[in-house]
């Protein structure tokens, strides 16, 4: 693992020297997409050898061995260019014959990856350092795959704090826990109908893998771990965690969720599970909420997600989102969505997150729910999930992490009301309107001591504000 550290530290480096690249999110995307070749390319060796039938749907040209791989093969201008008007064009409009081939299903997943993404450095000599570092990883050395897999992890971490690209990325905390508590079976499908890069479907595969006692079983991961992703970055780092998993070809969508009329999706539309944490404090575009019905329309990106979800779960499908504190609460569409979920499935548990989770990304307080579809609400359980003792905030250095999700997992085939879970029943829900921003009615509060010189500064800093406040009043009505 140090050894692969070091490749991934020496390849940050070699990109902060290329004009080309600006900021963590360019970095990220350039790295994305030559990892993804390296990673497709060996792959495509391993199959071959496997299956006499198997093709590489890459020309053999543009293969990673034939370019990439020789550390002493073309450089500077040469290798600038071909990149720019060889490699990228010719992946871009790679000719997809529609079959049930693998070869067809690898090649369409190279297309799209191609499609959306860019090569953004500037120098042919840097590009071929950052080459001939990634061709000191082999992986189709299990060992290495899986290692550098766990890396893979941390480079996908740095989203967070890369502006809005930080979306893309939910905490593994996160995602490990939701999973462990909806447990997927084998066999069930499984969606995250906005995976980003992937962290829920990779939460499933490792969990389902625990399960599975024979080849044929692992093999059904792939088709029934299934993520939709609408945009390219995402999309790219995503396929690429999948197939670091052991997922040949993963079932992952390149498209909107939200383009298509709720009615368009039939009974075999319809999955067991539901992993996912979907853009929230976003507008949908291209007029979208007008594939909802009318008295579920808005421009709120979350609430429609939450609509459908819901109408993709099968009966007694199970589901854990993440859904910011704005969706629990509020009147009108929102309302109406919030007696839908509650009357359509069991929402049994909420688990209330601190405000600083998804620092730097977005500081608002978020929310874990917990619902089963085919019988309606009768009870909610609430659990407050706090900081670790002496920490204030979660942050870059000091995330959520796994462990502090023990506590939770012991309470919850056990659950009794203390200081940090309680439980509403629907009736007082309905009285409220459904709503769902339900402070803990059992916390102490605490008590705040201050020695007088403190309360002397407190009371200092309060009469400036005041007067500079004043100050505003008087030049506003001059």
């Known amino acids: ?125 840097n590009i071929r350092k950052v080459l001939n570092k990634l061709n000191e990883i082999d992986f189709n050395i299990a060992k290495d795959r899986h290692a550098f897999g766990e890396l893979y992890e941390t480079i996908l971490k740095e989203l967070q704090s890369a502006g809005k690209s930080g979306e893309f990325y939910t905490p593994r905390a996160i995602t490990e826990f939701i999973c462990k508590m909806v447990d997927p079976q084998l066999g069930e499908k499984v969606l995250d109908p906005s995976c980003g890069t992937g962290g829920y479907l990779t939460a499933a595969i490792e969990h389902l893998k625990k399960k599975a006692n024979s080849v044929e079983e692992r093999q059904s991961l792939a088709k029934n771990i299934v993520g939709w992703e609408y945009k390219p970055l995402p999309y790219l780092l995503a396929t690429t965690n999948l197939i670091l998993h052991d997922i040949e070809v993963p079932n992952i969508t390149y498209r909107d969720s939200l383009d298509q009329p709720l009615s368009s999706y039939t009974e075999k539309s319809r999955v067991n599970v539901i992993l996912a944490n979907p853009p929230f404090g976003g507008i949908v575009a291209n007029n979208n909420e007008a594939n909802f019905p009318q008295t579920y329309r ?139 921003d339900i402070k803990n009615p059992n916390k102490q509060e605490e008590t705040i001591e201050h020695s007088s010189a403190e309360l002397m500064q407190l009371l200092e800093a309060s009469f400036a504000k005041s007067t500079n406040l004043l100050n505003m009043l008087k030049e506003a009505v001059k």
């Open 1 to 125: 693992m140090s050894n692969l550290k070091g490749v991934i530290d020496s390849i940050r480096k070699i990109m902060w020297q290329d004009t080309g690249l600006n900021g963590d999110a360019q970095r990220i995307e350039q790295l994305g997409w030559m990892l993804f070749l390296k990673i497709f390319s060996d792959k495509d060796k391993e199959l071959e050898l496997l299956d006499e039938s198997y093709t590489s749907p890459i020309p053999a040209e543009l293969h990673w061995d034939a370019w990439a791989g020789n550390d002493e093969g073309i450089t500077g201008d040469e290798l600038q260019e071909f990149v720019d008007r060889t490699l990228f064009p010719t992946l871009r409009n790679l000719q997809v014959v529609p079959s049930e081939k693998v070869e067809y299903k690898r090649a369409l997943i190279v297309r799209e990856v191609f499609e959306g993404n860019n090569n953004y450095m500037k120098s042919g000599i």
């Open 298 to 436: 808005t421009k709120e990106s979350a609430d429609l997600f939450l609509i459908l979800m819901i109408h993709l779960l099968k009966k007694d499908g199970r589901a854990g989102i993440v859904l910011p504190d704005g969706s629990l609460t509020g009147d009108g569409i929102k309302q109406r969505v919030r007696q839908k979920l509650l009357e359509e499935c069991n929402l049994h548990t909420i688990v209330r997150l601190p405000n600083s989770v998804f620092q730097p990304y977005a500081t608002v307080a978020t929310n874990l729910l917990f619902f089963t579809k085919g019988e309606p609400t009768k009870e909610i359980w609430y659990y407050e999930h706090r900081l670790p003792e002496g920490q204030k905030s979660y942050s870059k250095t000091k995330p959520i992490r796994v462990k502090e999700f023990d506590p939770i997992k012991a309470w919850w085939s056990n659950r009794e009301e203390s200081e940090v879970s309680w439980k509403v029943d629907i009736q007082t829900i309905v009285d409220r309107g459904y709503d769902l």
